[in-house]
């Protein structure tokens, strides 16, 4: 059973900075992406690992967001900064054991974490 934790969300300023985690549970080496959706919007893709560390970003937060992983810790990690009102969203990571790169098809999904950018 695979299981998906977000925390690290809150509220900030613009410019500042929040760092996202995921704790996955019954972990193996997965595909792993940061999505996240604002009010009335789609959701949308933020950042994607996979399972050697290559990285791909969304053109939006390309530059101030950076993706990583601990494979020790089972833990997926979104370093956002220079944050924008525009960031402003609720922020899910989701794994996979297919490479889907920045798609919205995967599997596993956590609960959400929120992000506020003021």
């Known amino acids: 059973h695979v299981q998906l934790v977000e925390s690290g969300g809150g509220s900030v300023q613009a410019g500042g900075s929040l760092k996202l985690s995921c704790v996955v549970s019954?972990?193996?080496?997965?595909?792993m992406a940061w999505f996240r959706q604002a009010p009335g919007n789609e959701r949308e893709a933020v950042a994607f690992i996979d399972t050697s560390g290559g990285t791909n970003y969304a053109y939006s937060v390309a530059g101030r967001f950076t993706i990583s992983k601990d494979n020790a810790k089972n833990t997926l990690y979104l370093q956002m900064n220079s944050l924008k009102p525009e960031d402003t969203a609720m922020y899910y990571c989701?794994?996979?054991?297919?490479?889907?790169?920045?798609?919205?098809?995967?599997?596993?999904w956590g609960q959400g974490t929120q992000v506020t950018v003021s």
């Open positions: 989701a794994a996979d054991e297919y490479n889907l790169g920045l798609a919205r098809s995967y599997t596993y």
């Open positions: 019954g972990y193996k080496s997965y595909y």
